[in-house]
């Protein structure tokens, strides 16, 4: 079953905005991930946040993970027209043999209006 | 010029009939994976190897099968046995340690 799920489905802002996306997520876990699909094309990774990382930012990116509460967000600032796809976190977990396969959610799909 | 490549892009076959996904991968990664997406959801592991000549089975496994006898190849196929293979179909690999995936460009499939 899936573990990660997106708030809110969808999301439509105005260029230069800033868009927040949460995650939501059941059981342990060693990192979370965010990563941005365009339409129709593979995913591309954003930010990886660890378990004991509480913050972390790259670029217009700021990512957030509270273990407590299972949860994260991403906020995107100054978003730009190019900003426009849908966005999904995936948690991961490390069996000792090696990296397992990510969990992912359903996803959030962001509309930017210029 | 390193990544992902996947091929074809689209494919369509006959119900019936197996049909097998190619993924290449020249970033020297140990671990690769295979997830389906259906359209307006997230991505679902089929199966993933850490280590050429090993795999295991993902979250929906059935209905599809796997080798992995070179580190660069993980090739899918999708049996007759898979009740709804019509989805697109996304390859990653993954250096292990750091967790990120990298994606190919995926192959969407249509079985009529």
């Known amino acids: 079953s899936q573990q990660g799920e997106e708030d809110p489905q969808a999301l439509s802002i105005q260029e230069g905005e800033n868009a927040t996306m949460n995650c939501s997520y059941k059981?342990?876990?060693?990192?979370l991930q965010w990563y941005r699909q365009n339409s129709g094309r593979g995913l591309v990774h954003l930010i990886l946040?660890?378990?004991?990382?509480r913050e972390k930012h790259s670029g217009r990116l700021r990512v957030t993970l509270d273990t407590s509460k299972k949860s994260s967000s991403l906020l995107i600032t100054a978003s730009r027209a190019a900003d426009t796809a849908s966005y999904f976190c995936?948690?991961?977990?490390?069996?000792?043999?090696?990296?397992?396969?990510?969990?992912f959610g359903k996803g959030t799909h962001l509309i930017i209006q210029p | 010029d390193g990544g992902i490549t996947q091929s074809p892009k689209y494919l369509f076959r006959k119900e019936g009939q197996n049909v097998t996904l190619s993924c290449e991968q020249n970033l020297n990664h140990d671990a690769m994976y295979w997830y389906r997406q259906d359209p307006g959801q997230g991505l679902r592991l089929i199966y993933y190897?850490?280590?050429?000549?090993?795999?295991q089975k993902g979250d929906i496994a059935e209905g599809y099968s796997v080798s992995r006898e070179k580190k660069e190849s993980f090739p899918l196929t999708v049996t007759s046995a898979q009740k709804n293979p019509t989805a697109f179909y996304l390859c990653?690999?993954?250096?292990?340690?750091?967790?990120?995936?990298?994606f190919g460009p995926g192959t969407r499939l249509t079985v009529t």
């Open positions: 059981t342990s876990i060693n990192n």
């Open positions: 990653a690999s993954s250096g292990g340690i750091i967790y990120e995936q990298y």
């Open positions: 946040i660890r378990s004991n990382e």
């Open positions: 190897s850490q280590i050429v000549n090993d795999f």
């Open positions: 995936a948690t991961g977990a490390y069996s000792g043999g090696g990296a397992d396969g990510l969990t």
